[in-house]
Each structure stands twice: as C-alpha cells, then as structure tokens.
C-alpha cells in the first residue's frame, strides 16, 4: 500500500463529490428563478441518497465478484469485507475502501446529470424513487459491465478511464427517455426559457472544470505519470472546446456568450473523459475541438425533433460522451498507456470496432431500462407536477420556500 496514492485517490475523491453540488449551481442558474432551489436541490439530495444507496449494494452490484460478465453479487454488501487492504483489481496500492469511496462520487453525480433534461417540471417523490431506481438497475450493472472484474464489456477490451460510457452515455440516453416520458413544460415553443443567474452557472462550470481533474487524473488511481497525462489531457480538451464554440457563436450571431464559453467547455470535459488516461496532449486538443463543434450543433436537436431537454443532457453529455467513447478507439495510443490498447489512427482498427459495440449497448441499456422504471415511478408515486404547481414553481410547491426575497 503506497501512502501517497492513498491521498492522492482520497482528494480525488473529494474534488469529485465537489462535482455534484457545482452541477447544482450550474444547472440552478439556467432555470427560472421560481425553480432555482428546486433544481439545487435535485443534486444535494442524490449526493446523500446515492451514498447511502452505494454503500448498501450499490457497490457490491457495481464491483462485487462477477456474476455471468453483467453484475457482482451481494457478497460486499453494506461494504462488508471491504477494508483497508488493497484489491488488484481496483488499485493494487490504495485501500480498497479508498477505491469504494472515489466510486461512490461517480455514482451520485450520474444520475444528477440526468436531473438537467426534466428540469422545472419533475414531482420530488417521483424524481427521488426514479433516482433510486435507476442507480441500482442502470448505473451498477453498467459500471459492472465495463469497469468490473468480469464485466462483459471489460473483457471485450473496450476502454472507458473515466466513465464516458458508463457516466456520460448512459445520462444521456437517460435524459432523451425522460424528455419523451415525461413531457414538454408548459408553454415550451411559446414561451422563452431565460436562464435567470447566469453568473450562477459559470460558478458551477468553473467548479465542474476543477473537480474533473479528480474526475479524469483521479481514475489512475495512483500519483503517477498516467494521473499527470490524464490532468493535462483534460484541461486541454476542455479549453479547446470551450474556444471553438465560443468563436462559433461570434460568427453566427456576431457576439459569444458567457453560456457558450461554459457550455464548450464541459462539452470538451465529457469528451475527453474515456480518453484522458489513453491519448496524448495534441490527440486531447482535437477531441476537445470536434467535442465543441459537435455539441454546439446537437443542442439544436431539440428544436428540430420537438423534445423539451431543458439543459441541454442530450446534446452535451449523451452526444459528447458517445464521440469521446469512439474517439478513443481512434487516438488511444500504447505509448501513453501500455495498459490499454492502440486505436484506428495507431494501427489498430479493431478497437474503434470495440468501442463501438460498448457505446451501442449502453444507450440501448440506459434509454430501454430508462424507460421501465419511469412508467414503474410514474403507476407508484406520479412522475409530473400539476399545471398550478408548474406555473407556482417547484422551489414553493415541492418545498415551500423561495430561492430569492424582493
């Protein structure tokens, strides 16, 4: 066990958990003021609902001993066995606790991903038990599939270092079930959806861009070369796509916007993210680049095909990860990691064949088992406020209080 490593994954961990209350303030601004708190809210109470919920089985789900390549057993439920000696599969120098804890912070900021698409419409206890739910049969067996030891898609070879499948896919093609089931908000096509707090949101962007370093550099899971490849590829990823779609925005409409700025830049974060550990410093400015043209472009998707994603999962998080997933399998490169394996522009044009496969069958899995739990939610508890309690805002009608005083 390797002292150093151990701190290392443990602020990792916490610059992760920082994550999900950032995403809060960054989704929060974007709403209307009537549904700031409510939107904060949705992130803050997943980061303790999912934490209990990953100690309890999530965990042993997610990384117990396989079962068949698609989900662990309940052997290390409630974390039961797992202490402070390592496990080599899951970090050969680091407390396997220490591994269990840094996970638990992807598991709670996946579903809040999903929070931004039904924004300003979605009833509490429905959104608590979907989030429930949707951890324990999309996110575990997921996380199994492709991180686990045994884990079909692991043993397939496809390469995700820090969770562009498993995180970014799979919210995506979450959001896009969740859009269609639940509806479009009241007077979306005639009504004009500001955001109300735009320094709000850049606050959590910057947040977003700080915690992705434990995010990406963290997922080495040692404090060593790999973790320096993966910060560096990260920052770079996420400037690059931030300047393209700023510069885009000032040649289409002749001004570009804060919003923008922020957006390409977490555009550029999911993107770089399955990569970070695999590609180098020019690789990531490239990935990051399309990232930022691409996303730009899918957040139009809305309009054209009539969905109501309110921030813009879909086209950001779901589009961005599937192109970070695929552009791995073209610029993964041996010489960053032995570890992994060469993409298509290194020789190897079997892996972006492979990272293929893994990005078809986790939007399949999220949006089909999407799906089945919210009609499951929706017979249960209801899944959609009332017209009055949309017009009064889910800040007072979902929990009495207001997020600004006049």
């Known amino acids: ?22 995403l809060g303030l960054f989704y929060g601004g974007m709403v209307r003021s009537k549904n700031v708190l409510g939107t904060i809210m949705h992130s803050l109470i997943i980061l303790a609902m999912v934490s209990i919920e990953w100690v ?3 965990y042993t789900l997610s990384f117990g001993p396989d079962i068949g390549g698609l989900i662990g057993n309940l052997s290390l439920a409630g974390l039961r066995g797992v202490g402070t000696a390592p496990n080599p599969h899951y970090g050969a120098t680091i407390p396997q606790l220490a591994f269990a ?17 039904f924004a300003e419409r979605i009833k509490f206890s429905g959104f608590l038990l979907f989030s429930i739910l949707w951890a324990t049969f999309v996110y575990n067996p997921l996380a199994h599939w492709v991180w686990g030891a045994g884990g079909w898609i692991h043993r397939l070879g496809a390469l995700d270092f820090a969770g562009g499948t498993v995180i970014h ?28 707090n735009l320094p709000m949101t850049l ?13 990406n550099a963290g997922s080495a899971l040692s404090c060593n070369g790999l973790a320096v490849n993966a910060f560096i590829t990260t920052h770079l990823a996420a400037s690059a796509a931030a300047a393209v779609w700023g510069f885009m925005e000032w040649r289409r ?41 691409l996303c730009y472009y899918g957040i139009t998707m809305k309009s054209r095909f009539g969905y109501d994603d309110a921030l813009d999962v ?12 695929l552009a791995t399998g073209l610029f993964a490169s041996k010489v960053i990691n032995p570890d992994g394996a060469n993409g298509l522009f290194f020789g190897n044009p079997y892996q972006l064949v492979v990272q293929l496969i893994s990005v078809v069958a986790s939007i399949l899995f999220a949006f089909i088992m999407t799906v089945i739990l919210l009609k499951i939610v929706d017979k249960l508890v209801g899944l959609r406020v009332t017209d009055e309690e949309e017009e009064m ?12 005083s006049f």
Not at 5 to 22: H, K
Not at 109 to 115: D, G, M, N, Q
Not at 273 to 283: C, I, K, R
Request: aromatic share 10%; with cysteine.
């Open 203 to 215: 606050t959590g962007a910057a947040l977003l861009w700080f915690g992705w370093f434990g995010f």
């Open 101 to 117: 804890i840094f996970q638990c912070m992807f598991a709670v900021i996946t579903p809040a991903l999903i929070t931004g698409a």
């Open 1 to 22: 066990m390797n002292p150093a490593d151990t701190v290392f994954v443990l602020i990792s961990a916490a610059l992760v958990m920082l994550m999900t209350p950032a």
């Open 56 to 58: 309890l089985w999530g």
């Open 314 to 325: 879909v086209g950001i998080h779901g589009l961005g990860g599937t192109w970070g997933a």
């Open 393 to 404: 805002g889910l800040d007072v009608a979902m929990h009495s209080e207001t997020g600004y």
């Open 169 to 196: 896919i799979s919210s995506g093609a979450a959001a896009l079930a969740a859009v269609l089931m639940v509806g479009k908000r009241r007077g979306y096509g005639r009504t004009r959806y500001i955001p109300h």
């Open 253 to 293: 409409d002749g001004k570009p916007t804060t919003l923008g700025v922020a957006s390409g830049a977490v555009a550029g974060l999911v993107a770089i993210t399955p990569a970070s550990g695999f590609v180098g410093p020019l690789s990531a400015l490239v990935i990051g680049g399309i990232a930022g043209i």
